[in-house]
Every structure is written in structure tokens, then in C-alpha cells.
């Protein structure tokens, strides 16, 4: 096995999740540079005043080198990421005493996962489930494609493209549980409005979401 590690690493080098640079010492998956300099949201990790949301949490913002990480994780394949955000997104639930006892995520839709062969949030919600040692249930899907949210100018176009897109299909996985919702990225929290809204029609007592980054000016 060490063998093979070693050959592996000769062929692919290990590479911060972040800054994408070459690690030479050890096997952490972020650089320290990247631990001491990330754009750690602190205590500002946590908006409210989303509808239909408890509250809404991420752990990073989403600029320079996060972004550029997300974007790898999302298109590129690098679902390994996942474990990596799960451990700051874990730190972010503690920090702030999140409590929840089951966990889902927003999905992409049939076609999506078809042609990207994953659904980045479910990862990440495994991840967290693992480490939580809570379920982690499919509570919803995306029954069609809609147009890009970063691409709508404005929170009014953003909330109507959202709306309708997402079904509970089985209401009694989400009936009088505390819903930790996984995201990757939030920006103006429209489609985890949504997502939220459909919960709690379908039963649920709460609402909480985390991503692994938010813009920082909710756009
Ligand atoms: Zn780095």
C-alpha cells in the first residue's frame, strides 16, 4: 500500500485544496499558507433573514483562491474535496452550536447528474453525516433544469427561477425532523429558500443550512 501511495504521488502530486499548489511536507490537504490566510467568515458565518431558513451558515467566503477551489471541486472531478470542506464546515456547526438530527442537501437535477456523474452537495452532506453520525436522507429532488442563478441580475428574477423546481417525494423522511440543508456555495439564498419552503410543506420542524462558502455581499 505504501508502495503504491508513493507511486501515486509520483504521478499525481498532492495538492493544496485551495491554493492548488504542490505540497511538500505531508499529506494535509490545505497548505499552511492557505489555513492562516483563508477568508475565514468568523462571525460573520451566520445570515439570517432568509425566508423559510432557521438561519443560514458557511465557514468561507467565496473569493480568489476558495472560489477557484469550489469551481475544481464542482467541474473538474475533484469530488476528494468534499472531506476536506466537511472538516470546516464541521468546525463552523460547533462554533455556532448548530443542532439538527437529520441531514440533506440541495440536489441537482436527473440531467445534471447524469452528465457530471455527481451531485457535489450530496457529497458533502455524506461527508457530514459520517462525521455528525446522523442520517443523511434524499428529502429532495429537482424535478427540472432552470436557468443559472448567478446569471439573474436581480432577487426578484432569482426567487421566480427557484420556484417550483424542487419536490419532496417522500414526506414522511422529512415529517417533525430538524433538517440540516448542504449546500456548496450560497449567494443571495434563494434556491435554499426554496429548498427550505418545500421542507417545511412537507412537515419539517426546522430548517438550518450550511454551505462551504457565501458570497460576501449576498449576490
Ligand atoms: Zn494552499
Known amino acids: 500500500m505504501k508502495l503504491l ?8 502530486p498532492p495538492r493544496c485544496t485551495f491554493c492548488h499548489r504542490m505540497l ?4 494535509a490537504p490545505v497548505c499552511e499558507k492557505c489555513l492562516l490566510a483563508l477568508p475565514y467568515t468568523g462571525p460573520l458565518a451566520r445570515r439570517e ?3 423559510h431558513l432557521d438561519a443560514c451558515y458557511a465557514p468561507l467566503f467565496y473569493e480568489k483562491d476558495v472560489r477557484e477551489s469550489l469551481l475544481r471541486f464542482k467541474f473538474d472531478g475533484l469530488t476528494g474535496y468534499a472531506g476536506v470542506y466537511a472538516g470546516f464546515m464541521l ?11 437529520s441531514i440533506a442537501w440541495v440536489p441537482v437535477s436527473r440531467k445534471k447528474l447524469r452528465s457530471r456523474g455527481y451531485d457535489q452537495a450530496q457529497l458533502l452532506a455524506q461527508e457530514l453525516a459520517v462525521r455528525m453520525g446522523l442520517p ?19 432577487a426578484a428574477e432569482r426567487r421566480a427561477n427557484v420556484k417550483g423546481v424542487y419536490d419532496c417525494p417522500s414526506p414522511e423522511i422529512v415529517q417533525g425532523k430538524h433538517i440540516l ?10 434556491t435554499l429558500s426554496e429548498c427550505a ?8 420542524l426546522s430548517v438550518t443550512a450550511i454551505a462551504v462558502a457565501c458570497a460576501k455581499d449576498g449576490k
Open 5 to 12: 501511495d508513493a507511486l501515486l504521488d509520483l504521478l499525481y
Open 91 to 101: 468546525k463552523c456547526i460547533d462554533e455556532n452550536g448548530i443542532s439538527c438530527d
Open 197 to 204: 419552503r418545500i421542507l417545511r410543506q412537507n412537515g419539517a
Open 24 to 27: 511538500r511536507n505531508g499529506h
Open 181 to 190: 440543508l448542504v449546500d456548496d456555495i450560497v449567494t443571495s439564498g434563494a
Open 136 to 154: 443523511c436522507r434524499k428529502m429532495l429532488v429537482k424535478n427540472r433544469e432552470n436557468r443559472q442563478q448567478s446569471l439573474l441580475a436581480n
Open 49 to 51: 433573514k432568509i425566508a
